[in-house]
């Protein structure tokens, strides 16, 4: 079983829609977790970064933690076709030499 | 002027050919990475570097080696390519935070 499973996609939306994504993990000493965006033939550039459980919020984006359920989501509001672009969730534990585990990336389009 | 650059950003090699793909950082982190990206299976540790000193080898390190040249350079090595290491190629940099901060990637392609 991977450390991290994320649903690969591809998800497509009409713009304006709200778009959840969404990572499970099976490690419970998991404490930061992130999320990345990667445009086409681009590294992925950091997005959100969260630490332990709860929400953080920065503009339409907004990232949501339940350790209880290994459950991390990342919500998009009033999708934009410059939000299409491959989101990635990444987490590690405390104190592992900067060990990232990363699931695989969801594709998301948003159409015009 | 990207913060991580890396060169070359394509390059198509050949079965049994060393190749080296280069990494330059001007962040002033001291923590470097090597990852590969691959369709499905997404980005896999190689190697990372802490300090000029410091060289630890990551999830998939076999035929893959590093030199760490200076604190801003970090270079990746296949002594002799083979075709399953095709692949996109990231270099990162990360200070004591929990943040990485990637290059464009290098993609490499071995006939």
């Known amino acids: 079983q991977k450390e991290v499973e994320q649903d690969p996609g591809p998800l497509s939306v009409p713009e304006g829609a709200i778009v959840s994504l969404n990572c499970t993990y099976s490690n419970s000493a998991f404490q930061y977790f992130m999320w990345y965006r990667q445009y086409s033939r681009k590294g992925p550039e950091l997005l959100m970064y969260?630490?332990?459980?709860g929400n953080k919020e920065d503009g339409r984006f907004t990232a949501q933690v339940d350790k209880s359920s290994k459950y991390i989501s990342l919500f998009i509001r009033d999708s934009q076709p410059s939000d299409s672009a491959t989101y990635l969730c990444a987490m590690r534990r405390q104190g592992t030499g900067n060990q990232f585990y990363f699931g695989t990336g969801t594709s998301l389009t948003v159409i015009p | 002027d990207a913060d991580v650059t890396q060169t070359p950003r394509n390059r198509i090699t050949k079965t049994g050919k060393r190749i080296m793909l280069e990494c330059s950082q001007t962040?002033?982190?001291?923590?470097m990475y090597w990852y590969r990206q691959d369709p499905g299976l997404g980005l896999r540790l190689i190697y990372y570097s802490f300090d000029v000193k410091d060289i630890n080898k990551g999830e998939i390190s076999d035929g893959y080696s590093v030199s760490r040249q200076a604190q801003a350079k970090f270079s990746l090595s296949l002594e002799s390519a083979i075709p399953n290491q095709t692949a996109l190629y990231f270099c990162a940099t990360s200070d004591n935070t929990q943040k990485l901060f990637f290059g464009s990637g290098t993609q490499l392609s071995v006939l």
């Open positions: 969260t630490y332990s459980s």
């Open positions: 962040k002033g982190h001291d923590r």
